[in-house]
């Protein structure tokens, strides 16, 4: 399977965090090759409590650098309305640090609620995001249409 944009990942979490319409508190990790095939989905807590802090370690320990180029991490529940001085942002953003560290870049990161989820990264087709030109084309369906060219 070819990861094309940020709400496929969101697909792929929910049900791990949504089951029988109740929220499960569990923080999931979805990885992707250099080539943005799937690699793994897995749930490194099922205690998650809104905090990065205490999974941080099992998160670095579950990317696989042989497999793994690109991540994203899902969870339940919602961010504020400005939600870049969030708590759990702060710490995204340490992980997303470590990661690079390592030569694994977070391009997701998902809260998920009964009713729907809020991305805090690219939720569009990768390749029509600004800022993702490092990543590979998956829209290869786009290149000979009409529509994809300027007039």
């Known amino acids: 399977m070819i990861i094309q944009a940020g709400f496929d990942f969101e697909?792929?979490?929910?049900?791990?965090?949504?089951?029988?319409?109740?929220?499960?508190?569990?923080?999931?990790?979805?990885?992707?090759?250099?080539?943005?095939?799937?690699?793994?989905v897995d749930v490194v807590a099922e205690d998650f409590s809104g905090s990065l802090a205490p999974f941080r370690d099992a998160v670095l320990v579950a990317l696989d650098a042989e497999y793994t180029r690109y991540f994203a991490i899902a969870h339940p529940g919602r961010f504020s309305e400005y939600h870049c001085s969030d708590p759990i942002m702060v710490e995204a953003r340490a992980l997303e640090s470590e990661a690079a560290d390592r030569g694994?870049?977070?391009?997701?990161?998902?809260?998920?609620?009964?009713?729907?989820?809020?991305?805090?990264?690219?939720?569009?087709y990768f390749d029509q995001y600004p800022g993702n030109d490092d990543l590979p084309r998956t829209m290869f369906h786009w290149s000979h249409s009409r529509l994809g060219q300027c007039g």
């Not at 499960?24 to 799937?38: G, H, S, Y």
């Open 104 to 124: 694994m870049q977070l391009i997701g990161h998902f809260a998920i609620d009964e009713t729907g989820y809020m991305s805090a990264r690219a939720c569009s």
């Open 11 to 40: 697909i792929l979490a929910r049900p791990f965090i949504v089951q029988g319409g109740k929220l499960m508190p569990r923080l999931v990790l979805i990885c992707v090759d250099a080539e943005m095939r799937l690699s793994s």
